[in-house]
């Protein structure tokens, strides 16, 4: 057990080390960086209403938050549904231990680009806009929601990713998380939403990993602008944990009944089907 | 002629002896029947070749044993174990050679190899030293020039080549091999055919294999099933399954510059006859007996017309 972890997260390391120097990779890492600029740009002489904080600083930590939660759902999910349909889960599944092995990697390599991620865009972005405030609550903060972001994200990820048989599904996911993204006091603050839509965002957890930036990196002041006036810590740590035993409860049962179902045939069968589409 | 009654058992193998021991197995999708009562076994370092048509069901078979999928009954043994409850222990001790298709792609040759080898360290024995050095195995499938390339820029022979070394990184001692030449040229599949024949005289592994290229079976295996319908039509060596069909050999020779075909039950009276007349006027002499081919489509054909 403590081997299979162990060549999992040298798997890890070894598919990290791989992305990161593949330039199409790097250029999906950039790429948030890029709208993050763009935003930053429209945004230049905006404050948050009613103060004089600008309302760039204010909108980065909820795009870091974004980042989080696109890492966790969405890239696990996708790796799930193309290392399925190329066969790599196969392969895992011919070898001792390799599913498990398999997973651990997945797990690390998928943490360690949504950090990467997440960098990319701090770093620039911190650069660029006045007013981020780091201290040892930063951090502080930051120890715990990191952590508890990707085990409310991933596992939920996972599950998407085992359930749908094919990459031409992604759309079926990706267009509720965009709407969501609407939703989640993102990009908008949610304070000007109707009620019930309030009411949605505020049951998944990109909200709540905003929100959860956001107490990160501004200063306490700003909670005056959130929903109850608060950065509200506690409901943000009990939704991301009910999210992660939700996604803990659920994801095993999936990914082992996705394991059971790979064979040869269903490999060649997903291909064919793949190729079939590609020459039309 | 009915060649399902008593060869279907094919020949006795030992139990003690049978890495793969199948008894009546029977698969059914939906209302589909796709096996229907398939028998036989599998000695140890046996190279055995599973032929038939398409759908007769030789992949279902084969993924049955891998393990991979869940049979709807019969009695299945490979190792003495039942496939569909194997364990990680079982798993290490067999050898699946998959059709890669663009998998693991960012992976350099023997970066890949390294790591998936390191799954079968825990399972080594001082019978079988897991897993099979990379610098060694990339030798022995010629891929030692490829080592550092990424496994996307490999050609097609070379990963497939790939696919075989990621199949024995464990040392198998059952090593399964689902058309493991398609695509190759002429040469590639001579290499590849040495490469089986050290596995076997080397290690002792036991190998299954299907193909559709019956000179390739004829050369491999020691044993050859023909799967027709769901269910064994014949179990032999290439030899045994051609005397099944016809007791009769193809003689050829050439004398005065003209060509002769003859055919008979006996061919060695024949030839000394031909001799004792002809002398050194016959040349290019050949006896040949039933191609595999002709055996297998008569064989197919026989059952396909009984049914």
């Known amino acids: ?280 | 002629m009915t060649l399902t009654g008593a060869l279907a058992t094919g020949p006795e193998v030992p139990a003690g002896e049978r890495v793969i021991d199948i008894h009546d197995l029977r698969m059914r999708y939906g209302t589909k029947d796709v096996l229907t009562g398939v028998t036989f076994a599998a000695r140890r370092g046996e190279v055995l070749a599973l032929l038939g048509p398409n759908g007769a069901g030789k992949t279902t078979t084969i993924e049955i044993l891998e393990g991979f999928r869940m049979r709807s009954s019969g009695d299945v043994r490979v190792l003495g174990v039942d496939p569909a409850s194997g364990g990680e222990r079982w798993r290490s001790r067999v050898g699946v050679v998959l059709q890669s298709w663009r998998d693991h792609g960012k992976w350099r040759v023997a970066e890949l190899l390294e790591h998936l080898g390191r799954y079968y360290r825990p399972y080594s024995t001082p019978e079988a030293d897991r897993p099979w050095p990379v610098g060694d195995l990339l030798e022995v499938v010629g891929l030692t020039a490829q080592a550092g390339v990424r496994v996307s820029r490999l050609s097609g022979g070379q990963r497939r080549r790939l696919d075989v070394a990621i199949g024995i990184v464990g040392r198998p001692e059952l090593l399964f091999l689902d058309e493991p030449t398609v695509g190759f040229d002429p040469a590639a599949r001579r290499e590849f055919h040495d490469l089986v024949h050290r596995l076997t005289d080397v290690d002792d592994t036991t190998i299954l294999l299907t193909t559709h290229d019956l000179d390739e079976a004829e050369k491999l295996a020691d044993r050859i099933v023909i799967l027709s319908g769901g269910r064994i039509i014949a179990d032999g060596s290439a030899d045994e399954l051609s005397r099944l069909v016809s007791r009769e050999s193809e003689i050829r020779w050439t004398r005065d510059g003209q060509r002769f075909v003859h055919s008979a039950e006996q061919a060695t009276p024949f030839v000394r006859e031909l001799l004792v007349q002809y002398g050194d006027d016959v040349t290019e002499l050949e006896v040949r007996r039933t191609s595999l081919e002709d055996t297998y489509m008569r064989l197919v054909r026989d059952f396909e017309g009984s049914t």
Do not use: C, H
């Not at chain 1, 991933?154 to 998407?160: D, F, H, K, V």
């Not at chain 1, 905003?210 to 109850?228: C, I």
């Not at chain 1, 939704?239 to 994801?251: E, I, P, R």
């Open chain 1, 1 to 280: 057990m403590f081997e299979t972890v162990r060549i999992g997260a040298a798997r890890g390391r070894i598919e990290l080390r791989q992305t990161l120097t593949t330039p199409l990779d790097l250029w999906g890492y950039l790429f948030p960086t890029l709208i993050l600029l763009v935003v930053l740009f429209f945004m230049r002489d905006a404050t948050i209403p009613g103060t004089d904080f600008s309302l760039g600083a204010s909108t980065l930590p909820g795009m870091l938050g974004m980042n989080l939660a696109f890492g966790g759902l969405i890239t696990i999910a996708q790796l799930l549904v193309v290392e399925r349909e190329d066969g790599t889960l196969l392969r895992a599944k011919a070898t001792p231990n390799g599913m498990s092995g398999y997973l651990v990697g997945k797990v690390i390599a998928v943490g360690g680009m949504t950090l990467v991620s997440v960098l990319a865009v701090l770093i620039p972005g911190a650069l660029l806009v006045d007013g981020l405030e780091t201290g040892p609550g930063t951090w502080l903060t930051l120890l715990w929601l990191l952590p508890l972001a990707l085990l409310a994200t991933m596992p939920i990820g996972a599950a998407l990713g085992s359930i749908f048989e094919s990459p031409r599904a992604f759309p079926v996911i990706m267009l509720p998380l965009f709407g969501l993204i609407a939703i989640s006091g993102i990009f908008y603050p949610i304070t000007a939403m109707p009620g019930w839509i309030q009411g949605v965002a505020q049951v998944f957890p990109l909200y709540w990993l905003g929100l959860g930036m956001r107490s990160a990196f501004l200063p306490d002041a700003l909670a005056a602008v959130e929903l109850t006036g608060s950065w509200r810590t506690l409901e943000t740590f009990g939704v991301l944990v009910a999210w992660a035993v939700a996604g803990l409860a659920l994801a095993p049962a999936l990914l082992r009944r996705m394991a059971r179902r790979e064979s040869g045939s269903a490999v060649a069968a997903r291909r064919e089907r793949m190729m079939s589409t590609v020459g039309r």
